[in-house]
């Protein structure tokens, strides 16, 4: 029996309601997601109801009754901060979402490399990312996590982007890392926001996927130009959209035959639904097809 992909849902709409206002609790967010067709709920560290572990079992259970799970817990630490006291932070805040992912019977924690600090050279920052990293795998494999790292372009509340934006940064970073707690999770919209060609990614770092983000991206105006000319303040440009998947720059066709082709049976979340639940399930059954016509 062909072991296909399972697929979760992100909150991307909500992140300011879960992460800012508090004007959606996570609950609502379970009850809302749960009627799709799909396998779990990713979770993420910024929930103002996450502040306390205590409430991750609980949260846990409501996803349960609803026969899903919460197999990964998006996270963002930002290892690239030139003072080793906020680095050392960071590393704990990271462990302590380890921590969580456990608590709330996922399998996959997110670690970022930071935030591309000007006057970081690219040594230095692929140095001090992965020192943190490494920092981590412990307690991760203590605790049966495994830590994937994204192509990512930008937090939601960052000012500067990923500093491991670039393919030929993130592919270094992921190279300098061999462990088996420890691989990649791809998400291709991120390549063309940073000028590169997300099929390209996907077959330098093939055998180190582990999870997916499907998403995406269009701009609502202007260029890829234009959009880096902003890069460096909170948050996304507002000309960067979310759009439905299928309908955008990625070939789905592409990406999924090679992750069919390395027998890839890993979580896939859907980072869509910026414009309502409507649209979000349209992805999800837009990602269901796919998945049937590449994994026969």
């Known amino acids: ?60 259970k409501m996803v349960e009754d609803k026969d899903l799970c919460i197999p990964m817990f998006c996270c963002s630490p930002d290892f690239t901060h030139p003072d080793s006291g906020f680095r050392k932070e960071q590393v704990e805040k990271e462990i302590s979402w380890i921590e969580m992912t456990a608590q709330l019977g996922g399998s996959f924690c997110r670690v970022l490399s930071g935030q591309r600090r000007p006057e970081l050279s690219e040594d230095d920052g692929l140095r001090l990312a992965a020192e943190c990293i490494e920092s981590c795998l412990p307690k991760a494999k203590e605790l049966g996590v495994t830590l994937i790292i994204e192509n990512h372009y930008k937090d939601d509340f960052w000012i500067y982007p990923e500093f491991a934006q670039k393919m030929s940064s993130f592919q270094k970073l992921v190279g300098s890392i061999d462990d088996p707690g420890f691989g990649v999770n791809y998400d291709p919209s991120n390549a063309f926001l940073a000028g590169d060609d997300p099929i390209e990614l996907l077959d330098s770092i093939l055998d180190r996927v582990l999870t997916m983000h499907a998403s995406d991206r269009y701009l609502a105006e202007g260029t890829l130009e234009d959009l880096r000319r902003e890069e460096n303040v909170e948050g996304y440009a507002s000309r960067l959209r979310h759009g439905e998947i299928g309908k955008g720059l990625n070939d789905y066709d592409a990406i999924f035959s090679r992750l069919a082709g390395r027998n890839f049976s890993g979580w896939i979340s859907v980072e869509d639904g910026v414009d309502g639940m409507d649209q979000l399930a349209r992805s999800v059954d837009f990602l269901i097809r796919k998945i049937g016509e590449h994994w026969k």
């Open 1 to 60: 029996m062909i072991k296909r992909p399972k697929i979760a849902v992100f909150p991307k709409a909500y992140m300011q309601a879960l992460c800012k206002t508090g004007e959606m609790t996570v609950e609502e967010w379970i009850d809302m997601a749960s009627v799709l067709p799909i396998d779990g709920l990713e979770f993420y560290c910024g929930f103002i109801e996450l502040s306390e572990l205590s409430n991750a079992s609980k949260f846990r």
